[in-house]
């Protein structure tokens, strides 16, 4: 594991994947932030432990590439806990996913 700095981008991306954003893409689309920032900071992300990765399989992407999904460590909600003290706005960074109401 490696020791990593805590920056309003790393919040962003935690923040995204907490609130069900799970792949590089995805987060892209939500935050704003350009794939040149992302995908380093997944990287990073992964290798200081805060995130845990799966690839889908090639049956589940279908026609298009596999997906790596992230999902957040009990050290990444640690650290998503000290980013959202840390930075207020992220708070209001992320929108939350729209729920249908059935």
């Known amino acids: 594991m490696t020791k990593l700095r805590l920056t309003f981008t790393t919040g962003v991306v935690l ?3 907490s609130q069900g954003h799970r792949y590089g893409f995805d987060i892209m689309d939500v935050s704003g932030l350009p794939d040149g920032t992302v995908y380093p900071a997944l990287r990073r992300l992964e ?5 845990q990765s799966e690839w889908e399989s090639a049956e589940e992407a279908s026609k298009r590439p596999p997906r790596c999904y992230y999902g957040l460590t ?7 806990a000290a980013a959202q003290s840390r ?16």
């Open 15 to 17: 923040q995204s994947i």
């Open 87 to 102: 930075f207020r706005a992220l708070a209001g960074a992320i929108a939350e996913p729209d729920v249908e109401a059935g």
């Open 74 to 80: 009990p050290a990444g909600e640690e650290m998503l």
């Open 47 to 51: 290798d200081a432990g805060m995130l």
